[in-house]
């Protein structure tokens, strides 16, 4: 009877630690996830940014030329 409550023990034991290892595993998966989810956004926002500067820019020196004519 100890020995089956042992064995019981031990593999509550197992399953609690396999299931903290799924947990922690889809915990670091989520937050690699989330990582690059924010990274792809920064480089979205970032070439939007520089599209609108060069645009700015372009508008800028078309002024000045027709200014100079």
């Known amino acids: 009877m100890t ?3 042992l064995k019981a023990i031990e593999q509550a034991v197992q399953a609690y ?3 903290e290892d799924q ?3 889809f915990y670091t998966q989520a937050n690699e996830q989330d990582e ?3 990274k792809q956004a920064e ?3 970032q ?3 520089t599209s ?3 645009k700015a820019y372009n508008q800028a020196v078309t002024n000045q ?3 100079l004519k």
């Open 3 to 5: 020995e089956r409550i």
């Open 47 to 49: 070439s939007k940014l």
């Open 52 to 54: 609108k500067l060069m």
């Open 23 to 25: 947990a922690r595993r």
């Open 17 to 19: 630690n396999q299931t």
């Open 65 to 67: 030329k027709k200014k």
């Open 36 to 38: 690059r989810s924010y």
């Open 43 to 45: 480089k979205q926002a």
